[in-house]
T-cell receptor, first 114, second 115 residues
Framework: AQTVTQSQPEMSVQEAETVTLSCTYD???????LFWYKQPPSRQMILVIR??????QNATENRFSVNFQKAAKSFSLKISDSQLGDTAMYFCAFGGTSYGKLTFGQGTILTVHP | KAGVTQTPRYLIKTRGQQVTLSCSPI?????VSWYQQTPGQGLQFLFEYFSETQRNKGNFPGRFSGRQFSNSRSEMNVSTLELGDSALYLCASSNRAVEGTGELFFGEGSRLTVL
């Protein structure tokens, strides 16, 4: 069974600064996806960024980038130039070989202060 | 393109009752998954349906069931409600037919309160 661990229950950052959210996972599978999802107070989960395990290059989406360390089973999210709209709960998730199942971490509440 | 639609958004039930939640996936998506979100347990996978067939199931008691219709819409049912069933129930859809879980698109959820 896979496990996903987010060790930071809460984080805060000043607007325009950079913040990094941590995530580690455990799996015996070789082919998998990793995701960061954002859940704002309105509750709808939105995909922030995804990484395929077979790709060595770290994924980047505008201000969001990841540091994927496959051997260490680490998958951190870096948010650059933080904006007030980035305030949300962030979930790290693992998608393996099973159908429709993502394994989520416990989440990190990120607050961006003006 | 319309997103994943869940109804109802909020509902209150009493212990022992049953509840049915509905989910309409993104047009063209044939896979629908259900998750339970609680403050204590986080997000937990309930089950996944594809073309009216349950392909995967999480570790929930038999009181939790689901089904999918030919138009890919899905329902989940919880019978004999318990206080611990109070949660946000999230539905997610994808267009992935083969094994493995790629990107899921989530609805806004149905907030169930059991009194």
């Amino acid at each position: 069974a896979q496990t996903v661990t987010q060790s930071q229950p809460e984080m805060s950052v000043q607007e325009a600064e950079t913040v990094t959210l941590s995530c580690t996972y455990d799996t015996s599978e070789n082919n998998y996806y990793l995701f960061w999802y954002k859940q704002p107070p309105s509750r709808q989960m939105i995909l922030v960024i995804r990484q395929e395990a077979y790709k060595q290059q770290n994924a980047t989406e505008n201000r969001f980038s990841v540091n994927f360390q496959k051997a260490a089973k680490s998958f951190s999210l870096k948010i650059s130039d933080s904006q007030l709209g980035d305030t949300a709960m962030y979930f790290c998730a693992f998608g393996g070989t099973s159908y429709g199942k993502l394994t989520f971490g416990q989440g990190t509440i990120l607050t961006v202060h003006p | 393109k319309a997103g994943v639609t869940q109804t109802p958004r909020y509902l209150i039930k009493t212990r022992g009752q049953q509840v049915t939640l509905s989910c309409s996936p993104i047009s063209g998506h044939r896979s629908v998954s259900w998750y339970q979100q609680t403050p204590g347990q986080g997000l937990q996978f309930l089950f996944e349906y594809f073309s009216e067939t349950q392909r995967n199931k999480g570790n929930f008691p038999g009181r939790f069931s689901g089904r999918q219709f030919s138009n890919s819409r899905s329902e989940m049912n919880v019978s004999t409600l318990e206080l611990g069933d109070s949660a946000l129930y999230l539905c997610a859809s994808s267009n992935r037919a083969v094994e493995g879980t790629g990107e899921l698109f989530f609805g806004e959820g149905s907030r169930l309160t059991v009194l």
